[in-house]
């Protein structure tokens, strides 16, 4: 399991769920958990992504330093990049920019509404 500190782990989860189309692996609302999963196992099957409260000041100032200056918290493959773009602009997901290739690959980076800036990549 890997985590990102988010504002508000339940809406995190509605939009990692409900937007970008993870599956919920563990959800405890009262205990304010949530943890989801790549749908179709490409990101390593049942690997979780903790939606980690930001309430520690250190995990906040790391997540606001990020976001502040622009950088993602995290990389998520796709395997097109460019029609991510079109599915996600269609549900009101806002993107830095168009997406952009170069001899890495093609990217483009989104805010995920929850203190994070998340790049999309494909080789």
Known sequence: MCSIHVKD???AHEFYTGTLGF???MAMPEHNLFIVKDPDGTGGGDVGLLLEPSDNPIGAAYM???HDAGIPAIVL???DVRA???RLSAKGVVFQGEPS???GGT???FDDGCGNFVQLHQD
């Open 107 to 109: 990217t483009a980076v």
């Open 101 to 103: 290739g170069g001899p």
């Open 84 to 86: 991510e773009h079109r």
């Open 77 to 79: 493959g796709a395997s």
């Open 23 to 25: 599956e919920t692996l």
């Open 64 to 66: 606001n330093g990020l």
């Open 9 to 11: 782990p339940a809406a």
